[in-house]
T-cell receptor
Framework: KQEVTQIPAALSVPEGENLVLNCSFT??????LQWFRQDPGKGLTSLLL?????REQTSGRLNASLDKSSGRSTLYIAASQPGDSATYLC???????????FGPGTRLSVLP | DAGVTQSPTHLIKTRGQQVTLRCSPK?????VSWYQQALGQGPQFIFQ???????QRGNFPDRFSGHQFPNYSSELNVNALLLGDSALYLC??????????????FGEGSRLTVL
């Protein structure tokens, strides 16, 4: 059974810092990995999708990498801003099913 | 281009009642997945609908059922509500051109409170 963990559970940084969020999964036989952002009480906003044949994806100040062999993905946020404050979740689709398995998320606070 | 829309946004029910939640997928998408998110946790997969049929189901009891209509919209029904069913219910849509789920796009969710 695929399990996804995210470290740290919470992170507080001053504005302008570069930061890294980590995601680990137990079964390396994944099809897709997707990073999401969730504001309190709201739905999930898709940030980046990495397909199994890819090693990274970039969108603006965000860069996500994927290392299937080690079961890890990282989300790099450059020059953080207070508006980046949210919970960030990663999710993987395994090769055996259609469902995304989610991690518990990392709650990020960027202080002005 | 309309994104995923869900209704209602909030609702309150009492134990034993039944609830129906509705979802319209993003334009061009034909696959709908439903997730339950308890406070402080990641979403848990309930089931996925494609071509009006349930394609896969997570570890949820039969009290949770669904339906997909020819226009790809979907409903989630929960019978005999329990206090533990209180959660944010999220609908996500994707393209069903592969047996594997593609990029997911979520709605804003329906917040269900069971008293």
């Amino acid at each position: 059974k695929q399990e996804v963990t995210q470290i740290p559970a919470a992170l507080s940084v001053p504005e302008g810092e570069n930061l890294v969020l980590n995601c680990s999964f137990t079964d390396s036989a994944i099809y897709n990995l997707q990073w999401f952002r969730q504001d309190p009480g709201k739905g999930l906003t898709s940030l980046l999708l990495i397909q199994s044949s890819q090693r990274e994806q970039t969108s603006g100040r965000l860069n996500a990498s994927l290392d299937k062999s080690s079961g890890r993905s990282t989300l790099y946020i450059a020059a953080s801003q207070p508006g980046d404050s949210a919970t960030y979740l990663c999710a993987v689709v395994d090769n055996y099913g259609q469902n995304f398995v989610f991690g518990p998320g990392t709650r990020l606070s960027v202080l002005p | 281009d309309a994104g995923v829309t869900q209704s209602p946004t909030h609702l309150i029910k009492t134990r034993g009642q039944q609830v129906t939640l509705r979802c319209s997928p993003k334009s061009g998408h034909d696959t709908v997945s439903w997730y339950q998110q308890a406070l402080g946790q990641g979403p848990q997969f309930i089931f996925q609908y494609y071509e009006e049929e349930e394609r896969q189901r997570g570890n949820f009891p039969d009290r949770f059922s669904g339906h997909q209509f020819p226009n790809y919209s979907s409903e989630l029904n929960v019978n005999a509500l329990l206090l533990g069913d209180s959660a944010l219910y999220l609908c996500a849509s994707s393209l069903g051109d592969s047996v594997y789920t593609g990029e997911l796009f979520f709605g804003e969710g329906s917040r269900l409170t069971v008293l």
